[in-house]
């Protein structure tokens, strides 16, 4: 009797895949710094893990949720998730959840801070810009990396369009198409 919980325990939790499912094959984890302390991100070991709710939508209208551009303006790169996962590790580079404070509060990318495409181009001296009559003056500026939703998301095209007439260098933007949609659906560590 005494092993009836144990044998419940085991039973309830999820199966985990044969093998390890890594980020690369070289790498299971990354671990990267947040206001919080160290956060790793890894991919789930649940093969059974499936994406629920807005996240599994495959029809959406548009407008408003058509599919964006792979380049959302001149000049900016286009990154998937390992360019993505350098930039977090990486001191130098800041990384922005653009989206609404409603979607980040329901779940980010570990390490990303939320400013929302409708306030970029206003904020950019939290980025080192200086205030001109024109719009801002951007010389030394961190490299910086968007993303909201996914593919048919235009809130990250629309903050990158914004914030390069308001003064931001295109060439110190990359532009993350996957956004959470895709996030997900690769089983990558969401923020609670």
Known sequence: MRFLPILFAVLAAPALAADPVNIRPDVPAVTVDTPDGPVEISRTQDPEARLEGDWAKVARACPPFCVQPMEPAAGVRTIGELELLDMLVDPEVIVFDSRTPNWFE??????????????????LGELGCEIDFDGWICEDVPEIALFCNGPWCGQSPTA???IIEAGYPAEKISYYRGGMQVWRMLGLSVTE
Not at 106 to 123: L, T
């Open 160 to 162: 990158i369009r914004r």
């Open 106 to 123: 329901g779940g980010s990318i570990p390490g990303a801070k939320n400013m929302p495409y409708n306030e970029m181009a206003d904020r």
